[in-house]
């Protein structure tokens, strides 16, 4: 009884191999759920490709991928004071001079400066300019000061990180004009006073850690920069760029033939018509049922939100399992670890035992199996 994630292993090798190569100074990001991989996994495939960085998205997720990556270990959440042990490296058991902290605030910076020079040991940072994403990051005031304050000690930069919307943020832009948009934001914020500095000292000062840049984007900057570094930062494009090489698949429990009219299900529902109620592998612990918003703000997508909208208030929504070619309805709510779908009369039922193919949001799933050929 499992909801699997099977890999083609030749084929998903080769992907992250061509990635590798289309993309000078990739730092894999390892973090979450390890894009429904696992984060163990994805630190041993980032050692057999070789790269020097991978990126994780907090510190406890540090302790999974240290003793089975042997490089330098970027986190991407900002670093806080008063967080004590849950981002301290040596409570979680990793080497600190393998950290890479990210600072965001001047405050921030000068905490860590101070830990640096108590201990004896540059804090290794980089720091993050504030982006038209406002998320986390630095104004150009203050990455100014932050680069003069660094000069104090405690600190060793490696570079400036840039955290950028994704390439097509609205439908009013199309993917040229937004591709453009990111180049002129990314050029512009480049050539402040304080990336110059940095780059002038040479050595990692002179890298850029980006995130959400195509590969044509890349390219342009390269030639535009050529005094920094770039450091692409790649996490969904490089684990699950090559969707053919990945498919999920549930297990069909049990099948059980209604009637219009037949009670079924915790919250006793009664069969819209004729039918047969599937119990397959795959609930709400697995993260089947709970969908996360997408974000896509096309007129296709929110006509899709719209017809998803309807079927919910009239009690029937689409389940992410395919029986006979079609996405089926859920019969209920999944449970916590099976859900139960309804296949109208005359359409194919499946055997009990057979696979269904699930369409998930991987960075959303929990996968009771992975298995790579």
């Known amino acids: ?162 955290h950028l919307p994704l390439p097509v943020a609205r439908p009013t832009l199309t993917a040229r004009s937004a591709q453009s948009a990111h180049v002129t934001e990314v050029e512009r914020l480049l050539s402040e006073p304080a990336v110059a500095e940095l780059a002038a000292t040479g050595g990692p000062a002179r890298q850029v850690w980006v995130s959400h840049l195509t590969e044509s984007e890349l390219e342009v900057l390269a030639l535009k920069l050529p005094d920094l570094v770039l450091r692409p930062r790649i996490g969904t494009g490089l684990w699950l760029g090559d969707r053919g090489a990945l498919r999920v698949t549930a297990e069909v429990l049990d099948a059980h033939p209604v009637d219009r009219g037949d009670t079924y299900g915790y919250r006793g529902r009664s069969a819209p018509r004729r039918g047969t109620l599937l119990v397959v592998s795959g609930g709400t612990s697995h993260g089947i049922g709970l969908e996360a918003p997408t974000g896509e703000a096309t007129l296709k997508a929110r006509a899709a939100s719209l017809a998803r909208g309807g079927l919910d208030a009239a009690g029937f929504v689409r389940s992410p399992y395919s029986v006979g070619g079609k996405q089926r309805l859920f019969a209920e ?3 916590m670890q099976v859900s139960m779908l309804f296949i109208p009369h005359g359409a194919p039922v499946p055997a009990v035992g057979e696979a269904l193919d699930v369409r998930v949001r991987y960075t959303a799933t929990s996968f009771d199996a992975v298995e790579i050929s």
């Open 1 to 162: 009884m499992s909801l699997t994630l099977h890999v083609e292993g030749d084929r998903w090798r080769a992907h992250l191999r061509d990635t590798l190569a289309r993309h000078p100074g990739l730092v894999p990001v390892t973090k979450g759920n390890g894009y429904g991989l696992g984060l163990h996994r994805l630190a041993r495939r980032a050692q057999w490709l070789g790269v020097d960085t991978v990126a994780a998205g907090t510190y406890p997720e540090l302790a999974e991928l240290h003793q089975r990556f042997d490089g330098s270990l970027l986190v991407l959440q900002p670093w806080r004071p008063g967080h004590g042990e849950h981002q301290d490296p040596v409570v979680l058991g990793v080497d600190p001079e393998r950290v890479v902290h990210t600072v965001g605030r001047l405050a921030d910076l000068d905490a860590l400066a101070a830990q640096g020079r108590a201990t004896g040991r540059p804090v290794r940072i980089v720091l993050e300019r504030l982006t038209s994403m406002l998320r986390h990051g630095l104004s150009a005031d203050d990455l100014a000061e932050a680069v003069r304050r660094s000069r104090a000690g405690g600190v060793r930069v490696e570079g400036v990180a840039l």
């Open 333 to 335: 709510p999944p449970h």
